[in-house]
């Protein structure tokens, strides 16, 4: 986490390595490269709408995969503290008009403080009833929003008002020289730029003391107690670090979608995060990113598909709705992910890799012996 330095007196002085290796910094390089040209190079608004959704669902699946991931602490309540987030960035950004450097930390921090308030009695239970009281979480969200109309619009929702500008940088009508953004292009650029930040954050902190501690509960939660791990400290740092990334994300989906109601923060929202990060691979940086991406390809396949497909409702008739389907296809992804490749993603391109690398190696050694 920290490098050595000498200062004039010759004392050491410890200053903070936010990358681990060259090869670290050449991807995060490379990432920031691919922030801006992704949205010079596709100019459809439509996958740029969902690079966008599946940019918000990664840093939400982020902190999600630090609970679950890294703590080993099941959780369906996800969607609750991505609500908090998104009422409490626009109504600190929208009803009182405050910048996005204020209504974007704000909706990490309440999310982060209701995720404190409800960790200890939470993390007393384990496994299966966790998951059952973290799924309440969602329902008492979808309550409480639809009674505190002056903050969330009740019933009916509320149109977002607060703006995605970072000083002069106006994400929703973006300009840089003579480069006029649309409003798509400008979001792509805020929101994977936040997700890249969120990912440096989480892999910094699973390098400190407090991060291996977390890992140390999942794997091994009785040696871990044994060996001075404080328990319950550390799950109630992971669910607070958790609930914060999950309130950002929030902030960031209420901005992107312009219009939210009480209802997008079910539990489809918390079942398609627990996909995300099963499907992507647990505990692992890159797997948020990789399963926000497979993921949100598949209401796109759906939509796609639905006119061809028998079993599917038309207007007023019976059949599965294309949400319905939606919800099977990611429990059903879930299950086989669980069964045949439990590492997900991660590892399918880590063994691919491998083999490719093998071939090489083996035609290299067959030149070579000619």
Do not use: C
């Not at 009833?129 to 409480?144: D, E, P, Q, T």
């Not at 940088?169 to 650029?189: K, N």
């Not at 995060?273 to 759906?302: D, E, K």
């Not at 490749?341 to 035609?363: Q, S």
């Amino acid at each position: 986490m920290t490098s050595a330095t000498v200062a004039g007196n010759g004392t050491p002085i410890l200053v903070p390595r936010l990358t681990s290796s060259r090869g670290t910094r050449v991807l995060i390089s490379l990432g920031l490269l691919a922030v801006v040209t992704i949205p010079l190079n596709v100019g459809s608004s439509y996958w740029l709408g969902v690079l966008n959704a599946a940019g918000v669902a990664a840093i939400a699946a982020t902190g999600l995969n630090v609970l679950t991931g890294y703590a080993g602490q099941l959780s369906l309540g996800h969607a609750f503290f991505v609500g908090v987030g998104a009422f409490t960035g626009q109504y600190v950004g929208g009803a009182l008009g405050l910048p996005m450097i204020l209504w974007l930390p704000a909706a990490g921090l309440l999310a982060a403080v209701a995720g404190a308030v409800i960790a200890p009695f939470a993390l007393r239970l384990r496994g299966p009833y966790l998951a059952i009281v973290s799924l309440s979480l969602v329902f008492i969200g979808i309550y409480a929003a639809r009674n505190l109309g002056s903050v969330t619009g009740g019933f009916n929702g509320t149109v977002v008002t607060a703006h995605a500008s970072l000083g002069p940088a106006d994400f929703e009508r973006l300009q840089i020289t003579s480069l006029l953004f649309a409003r798509e292009q400008g979001m792509f650029i805020l929101i994977w730029s936040v997700l890249a930040l969120t990912l440096l954050v989480v892999a910094n902190v699973m390098r400190t003391r407090s991060g291996r501690a977390m890992q140390a509960t999942r794997d091994h939660d009785i040696a871990a107690e044994v060996l001075g791990v404080r328990m319950l400290r550390t799950q109630v740092n992971a669910f607070v670090l958790a609930s914060g990334i999950a309130g950002i994300a929030g902030g960031l989906l209420a901005a992107n979608l312009q219009y939210i109601r009480p209802e997008n923060f079910d539990v489809a929202l918390s079942v398609q995060y627990l996909a995300i990060i099963v499907i992507g691979g647990l505990g692992t940086l890159s797997g948020p990113v990789l399963g926000s991406l497979f993921v949100s390809l598949v209401p796109v396949a759906v939509d796609a598909l639905a006119d061809s497909l028998p079993f599917m409702s038309e207007a007023g008739g019976s059949g599965l709705s294309t949400t319905d389907l939606t919800l099977i296809l990611y429990g059903s992804l879930i299950v086989l992910f669980l069964t045949l490749e439990p590492r997900g993603l991660v590892h399918v391109i880590r063994r691919v890799r491998a083999r490719l690398a093998g071939v090489a190696r083996h035609k290299s050694t067959a030149a070579v012996g000619k």
